[in-house]
């Protein structure tokens, strides 16, 4: 093993040099000895993601046989690396520009010149062998020149320090992060004055705004405060910065700076006598205390400072976190599942690290399945506040190169900020003008009241308004979701009613304790319905995430945000809420765009492994397409024609399959459904060998009489959509169909009504076939003993309008058709009772459905004459 490290108490120069001189001994790893610099410990939590930084404790010592060692020559400042000086099986190599010492390193290599910084020496042989260094690389070597020459003020500066920091400029190196961390030289009066206000510096958050206050008393007036308060800006990185310094006990200055469009300076400090511009103005007062100026002017800012968009209106919450001690193979699951790059690592709340995919990944390839997540976690990561803004959010991301921000308040984890959430809010501050709208001015929320109103009775509206209150009263939030925001969109009226809380849905509908209503949940799903006494339903689930243990699996349900449990939907049009809280009553959520595919008439999936986590997509997304007549994107058909190709609608379950089919049966454009699922090679896809050559005109007919049947009042029993079944099978061969019913799960009583249905139009065909005009009691003869489904598959499949209307007029009124005698009239007359006395009843129908008679009078005549037929 290959080491390289520094001295106790590491500096810039320290730092930079062990990056540096890597390049050099590619192999090596880099391990610090121990304590640090302060500003360097505040660089690393920002930075050290980017270098793999070890802790001594993490490095085998018996292992090393290489140390490297930069800016320092002295064995008393290796901390435990000490140890291996002078090891037969370690070589040393040392790179310093200190003089030599009683102390110094017996070195197999010594690289060691008076010059104002290590970090020079490094760079110069990095540049002769023309090795690449990246534009962060540059900024950190820099800052390690600049600190060790105070930003090259010292005596001990030379023209190659000079040099380099030109080279790392050309390199890229960002030479305006550098000064907030470099201690350029001042006078010592200065530097005290300087420590004071940094002891007292306060920070806060005003209407989103970073704030920073301090105070401080000298004896005597110091020149130069403003100087000192940009130092101290630029370190705290504040939106609006204050400060006031006493002097001698008698005068006040108060200085005040501000970025642009945040405050106005010049109108805070005039009610003061003081001066200056918008950003930046000052103020001499006296015999005022600091501290008690910074309190009132404070006050003051709330109104002053304009509301900036915060960190909490676009974070996702609540978070996932794992525990420090959950497993590598733990988190890797949890990752995989919820398709994270990172996660938090936070005990009771409280942030400890975080730990990144790739990371995890290293700890997964070299089998560390088991190790705790402390052992591999990235530590001192920075959070942001929940009431920062989001330009706070952007500087941590942009300058220290963060993927996500743990979200705290209060010191405890809220949420996280990803840098996808950070470009759709920075995206409305340069969105064109007509483009934007008199909402929020979020680019997913805008105002949709009206159409929201215009959806629903007053009486609907009421009770949506008392779930948005009473949610929020429980400390919720509710939400119109899914497809019924994209009817609402589209204009529709009396649309289902699928409300989703962020919060506890099962806890909600227990609660509800309006008179008449009643509450039912459903454990597994975290959902429930409230049913009220005029038969309006409304479906309630707890926002939640979905993950898949593998393609085709049910879902695994988990709590979550309102934008993760958008994200597990399957379109972009399904993919809105409209919220039911007082405060944005019809603000409608669209982080995907599903707004402007509706408009456009485009289907779209949210991510590409949407029909591999769910091939029931594609059938639902068929059902959409034709109703809507809308048209797939083209990447999502792609991908839905490679799924169909992979096989992966053959691996869902017979219940999910079943659940689509039903639907799908009461879907007005039947036949277009039908026809694309075949275009698709969908049918095949479920049903492996199915013939659908004269499907089309059957489903036509399907799509007009099913309905119609409905209507008339039929009892199908819930078994309808078995006549679409039936009807899509009827060309296929008997093994298909059995095929089939097995891949659907049937139950005895449905696989005999499709049986009844297969097996028994040869008859009713061959029947119609064979007469030109049957009579009423012999259509009667041929169809009274079959159910609704067989006789609706057997219209639709004759095809003559002639024979149709025999089989409508048997249902809809043969089959009604009773005489006036009652079987007590035929036993007066003298038919025994048994069997014939049926048959004489069913006879007077036939007569009745023929017209060969009419009234109690011929039914009489009718019933002599078979009784003198019986005599004879």
């Known amino acids: 093993m290959h080491l390289i490290t520094s001295h106790l108490n590491t500096d810039f120069d320290a730092l930079a040099s062990m990056v540096a001189v890597q390049k050099l001994y590619p ?27 070890l802790k001594p404790k993490k490095v085998p010592m018996e292992q090393v046989t290489l140390m490297v060692v930069v800016d320092t020559r002295a064995r008393s400042r290796l901390g435990p690396f000490a140890a291996l000086v002078g090891r037969q099986e370690v070589e040393v190599h040392v790179y310093d520009h200190h003089p030599p010492t009683v102390d110094d390193i017996p070195a197999d290599k010594m690289v060691s010149e008076v010059i104002g910084a290590t970090t020079t ?3 110069e042989r990095i540049l002769r062998e023309r090795k690449s260094v990246s534009a962060e690389e540059a900024t950190l070597f820099a800052l390690g020149i600049y600190d060790d020459t105070g930003a090259l003020t010292y005596e001990a500066t030379t023209q190659r320090d000079i040099l380099a920091v030109a080279h790392l400029r050309e390199m890229g190196a960002d030479l305006s992060r550098i000064l907030s961390r470099v201690e350029v030289s001042t006078s010592s009066s200065d530097r005290r004055l300087l420590d004071i206000l940094a002891e007292n510096v306060q920070e806060t958050y005003i209407n989103g705004a970073k704030v920073m206050l301090t105070w401080a008393e000298t004896d005597e007036y110091v020149e130069g405060l403003s100087l000192l308060l940009y130092r101290l800006r630029d370190y705290c990185d504040s939106h609006v910065s204050l400060m006031a310094v006493r002097s001698g006990g008698k005068k006040t200055v108060l200085i005040a700076r501000s970025a642009a469009g945040v405050l106005n300076v010049k109108e805070l400090l005039e009610p003061y006598g003081g001066s200056g511009h918008v950003q930046a103005g000052s103020a001499t007062l006296t015999g005022v205390e600091p501290q008690q ?41 949890t990752m995989l599942r919820f398709g994270h790059q990172g996660l938090p690592v936070a005990h009771k709340g409280e942030v ?36 920062a803004a989001i330009d706070e959010a952007h500087r941590l991301m942009a300058t220290y190169g963060f993927e996500r921000l743990p979200v705290l308040s209060k ?32 680019l997913w929320m805008e105002g949709v009241e009206a159409l929201l109103e215009s959806s629903f009775s007053e009486e609907v509206l009421g009770l949506l308004r008392r779930i948005g209150d009473r949610a929020q009263a429980m400390g919720m939030r509710a939400y119109i979701v899914g497809g019924a925001v994209r009817d609402i969109l589209r204009g529709e009226r009396n649309v289902d009613l699928d409300v989703c809380v962020e919060g506890d849905a099962e806890k909600l509908v227990r609660e509800w304790d309006e008179p008449g209503c009643r509450g039912t949940v459903h454990g597994r799903y975290k959902t429930g319905t409230l ?67 509706l408009k456009d008439g485009v289907l779209k999936i949210l991510h590409n492994l949407s029909f591999v986590e769910d091939p029931s997509r594609i059938l639902r997304g068929v059902r959409l397409e034709q109703r809507m007549q809308m048209a797939f994107e083209d990447n999502t058909l792609r991908l839905m024609k490679s ?131 049957p009579k009423n009691s012999e259509v009667y003869l041929l169809l009274r003993d079959h159910g609704p489904v067989p006789l609706l598959f057997w219209l639709i ?74 005599r004879d």
């Open 293 to 333: 100026l910074l309190k009132e002017l404070e006050a003051e800012l709330s109104s002053r400072i304009p509301s900036l968009l915060k960190v909490e209106s676009v974070m996702t919450s609540p978070v996932l976190a794992v525990e420090p001690d959950a497993s590598v193979n733990e988190a890797y699951r």
């Open 531 to 597: 049913s009220f006494p005029n038969g309006l339903k409304v479906d309630i689930a707890t926002a939640r995430r979905e993950f898949y243990e593998y393609a085709a699996a049910e879902p695994t349900v988990s709590s979550d945000s309102m934008k993760q449990d958008l994200g597990r939907r399957d379109f972009t049009v399904n993919a809105m809420s409209i919220s039911l809280s007082r405060e944005d009553w019809g603000a409608l959520t669209d982080y995907f765009g599903g707004r402007a595919d």
């Open 352 to 387: 400890l690290g975080i730990m990144t995919r790739k990371d995890l990944d290293k700890a997964h390839l070299h089998g560390f399945d088991k190790a705790r997540i402390r052992d591999f976690m990235t530590e001192g990561i920075i959070g942001i506040p929940a009431e």
């Open 797 to 870: 499949c004759l095809r003559r309008p002639q024979w149709r209307r025999c089989v409508i007029r048997h249902a809809l009124s043969l089959m009604k058709i009773r005489g006036e005698l009652t079987g007590d009239d035929l036993k007066a007359l003298g038919v025994p009772v048994g069997p014939e006395l049926g048959k004489t009843l069913e006879r007077i129908r036939m007569g009745i459905m023929d017209g060969e008679i009419s009234g109690r009078e011929d039914e009489r005549a009718l019933v002599e004459s078979l009784l003198t037929g019986q």
């Open 121 to 123: 020496i490094i760079l």
């Open 643 to 773: 799924a169909l190709k992979g096989g992966l609608l053959g691996r869902l379950s017979p219940h999910r399959v079943r659940i689509e089919l039903e639907i799908m049966a009461r879907e007005r454009p039947l036949r277009r459904i039908a026809l694309r699922m075949e275009e698709l090679g969908a049918w095949e896809a479920l049903f492996p060998g199915i013939r659908l050559e004269t499907t089309p005109r059957k489903l036509r007919r399907l799509e007009l009489f099913l309905p119609r049947a409905r209507q008339a009042g039929v009892e199908f029993k819930n078994k309808d959509w078995l006549v679409f079944i039936a009807t899509v099978l009827k060309d296929s061969p008997a093994s298909v169909r059995t095929a089939a019913m097995d891949r659907l799960n049937l139950d005895s009583l449905e696989r005999n009504i499709l049986t009844e249905g297969f097996s028994g139009w040869p008859q009713v065909e061959q029947f119609f076939h064979s007469k030109k005009s």
């Open 27 to 53: 192999e090596a790893v880099i391990c610090p000895p121990g304590s640090m610099n302060r500003k360097v410990k505040d660089y690393l939590a920002h930075h050290g993601h980017q270098w793999n930084i």
């Open 411 to 442: 010191g405890r984890l809220v949420g996280i900020l990803t840098r996808a959430d950070l470009v759709r809010a920075l995206y409305r501050t340069f969105r064109p003008v007509g483009e934007r709208d008199a909402g929020s001015g979020f």
